[in-house]
């Protein structure tokens, strides 16, 4: 499965690509997505991934939030059919968190475990596509939570 990961923190970037190996997903080969400028062209661009995670906080001009919105306005459901938002700086706003619910995306702070990034990607999964998640699931994310 594909993963999308939009990070500005090279570090933090690193560390989650590894647990995404480890539950089984790849993430694209553009792994240097650092704006919400730059996944918005890069999802223009390409077939929907699988999973975006994606940082609240971004460089640029357009955060994490902008993101799922711009998503949402411009009619493309299925560009991330499972979404975790992401944030070192604890609980989001009343207002992130509206818009992360309303695209059925699942939250996590920074920083975060392997099992707890399974644990959310598998929330994120069953959130935007119920059925998909029994059968989807890499084998690694089903033994990792």
């Known amino acids: 499965m594909r993963a999308i990961l939009v990070e500005d923190d090279?570090?933090?970037?690193?560390?989650?690509?590894?647990?995404?190996?480890?539950?089984?997903?790849?993430?694209a080969d553009h792994d240097d997505l650092?704006?919400?400028?730059?996944?918005l062209v890069q999802l223009a661009k390409e077939p929907p991934p699988d999973l975006m995670i994606i940082d609240i906080c971004l460089p640029g001009g357009i955060d994490?939030?902008?993101v799922l919105h711009a998503i949402r306005h411009a009619g493309l459901p299925g560009v991330a059919p499972a979404v975790v938002v992401v944030s070192g700086f604890g609980e989001p706003t009343a207002g992130a968190r509206e818009a992360i619910e309303s695209f059925a995306a699942v939250f996590v702070t920074?920083?975060?475990?392997?099992?707890?990034?399974a644990e959310a990607v598998v929330m994120a999964t069953a959130a935007?596509?119920?059925?998909?998640?029994?059968?989807a699931a890499p084998t690694a994310l089903r033994h990792a939570i």
């Open 10 to 27: 090279e570090q933090a970037a690193l560390a989650t690509k590894k647990m995404l190996a480890r539950i089984g997903f790849t993430v």
């Open 34 to 39: 650092r704006s919400g400028t730059e996944v």
């Open 64 to 66: 994490g939030i902008e």
């Open 110 to 117: 920074k920083p975060f475990s392997t099992e707890e990034l």
């Open 128 to 135: 935007s596509n119920p059925a998909s998640v029994e059968g």
